[in-house]
């Protein structure tokens, strides 16, 4: 029970939803200043916390995501004592660590997550998505910059939407600290209070 919950926090991540067509061209100077610098950074990380709500339950956690190049490590804690859980991927492999039990699973093929976990999880999308940028490898459907032309405010990839609320300047960078990730009936709510970002 205790790894479900912690399946269920993790895809929380990793789950986004569909949206009606957005608006606004995504093609300014500022924009494409701003996802140079970010593809550059791809040593950082954040914490703060996530909250998941669907038409059963509602979920939340502590969140510490350390992303090195192409390795993903996320750390969950709860509340009430819940046993701390470690999701960590490679984009090929996932394994997750609860303290009581450890699984181990391949995710380069479709649907294996989903077979796995139970969740849909686009698991190579976060790393970008919580930096405030479009995955490479996923199709675009819609995006729409704020005002200023400098930062997303919306983003649907593949058939996940991803709503950015606000961003702060961390030693440099002008990252999320508030945002949403919805896709049918569950709602995702993350709030990073803070970055530590280097580039490699």
Not at 51 to 76: C, H, K, P, Y
Not at 125 to 130: E, F
């Amino acid at each position: 029970m205790k790894l479900r919950h912690g399946l269920l926090l993790a895809s929380a991540l990793f789950i986004a939803a569909c949206a009606g067509p957005t608006s606004r061209p995504t093609t300014t100077m500022e924009w494409a200043e701003h996802r140079e610098q970010l593809t550059l950074l791809d040593h950082w990380t954040a914490s703060g916390k996530l909250s998941l709500r669907t038409t059963d339950q509602a979920e939340s956690a502590n969140m510490v995501w350390q992303q090195q190049a192409g390795i993903s490590q996320l750390s969950l804690r709860g509340p009430m004592g819940l046993n701390a859980t470690t999701i960590s991927s490679d984009g090929r492999q996932m394994e997750i660590d609860n303290g009581e039990e450890q699984r181990s699973f391949d995710v380069s093929t479709p649907g294996a997550v989903r077979r796995n976990t139970g969740w849909d999880l686009p698991i190579q999308a976060l790393p970008y998505w919580l930096k405030g940028l479009p995955a490479p490898a996923i199709e675009v459907q819609a995006m729409e910059l704020d005002p200023a032309g400098d930062t997303l405010h919306k983003l649907q990839q593949g058939d996940w939407q991803v709503l950015y609320q606000e961003y702060q300047d961390f030693h440099g960078y002008t990252l999320p600290t508030r945002l949403r990730i919805e896709r049918g009936d569950t709602a995702v709510k993350i709030i990073l209070r803070d970055w530590q970002a280097e580039k490699s």
